[in-house]
Nanobody, 128 residues
Framework: QVHLVESGGGSVQVGGSLTLSCVASGFTVGTHYMGWFRQTPAKEREAVAT???????HYLDDVKGRFTITRDNSKNTLDLQMNALKPEDTAIYYCAAAPNIWAFRALITNLEGNFGYWGQGTQVTVSS
């Protein structure tokens, strides 16, 4: 059975840092397309940073240079280091995984249906 468990969220001031961690079970992280997504009540869920099976990483323009996604195959984890945080980074952050690029793209585009796996989410709040 697949599980994704996030941790590391919290409240920080503008310019601060947080590291989110996602522990996967039921599959090996290196075999799945994975990423960190975020959602607020005012915005549709968006992919913040993604890690593909070919080891390529991709970032939302707004977080480039501030966020770093890393994968640890030995620990079966996916982390998101977030620096220089802004109030607009405030959101619930979710870890997600899908077994192939087609299913992962469905997650990215918010296609209705059961295309992958999601964690329960962790709240990040950035205050000025």
């Amino acid at each position: 059975q697949v599980h994704l468990v996030e941790s590391g969220g919290g409240s920080v001031q503008v310019g601060g840092s947080l590291t989110l961690s996602c522990v996967a079970s039921g599959f090996t992280v290196g075999t799945h397309y994975m990423g960190w997504f975020r959602q607020t009540p005012a915005k549709e869920r968006e992919a913040v940073a993604t890690y593909y099976v070919d080891d390529s990483t991709h970032y939302l323009d707004d977080v480039k240079g501030r966020f770093t996604i890393t994968r640890d195959n030995s620990k079966n984890t996916l982390d998101l280091q977030m620096n220089a945080l802004k109030p607009e980074d405030t959101a619930i952050y979710y870890c997600a995984a899908a077994p192939n690029i087609w299913a992962f793209r469905a997650l990215i585009t918010n296609l209705e249906g059961n295309f992958g796996y999601w964690g329960q989410g962790t709240q990040v709040t950035v205050s000025s």
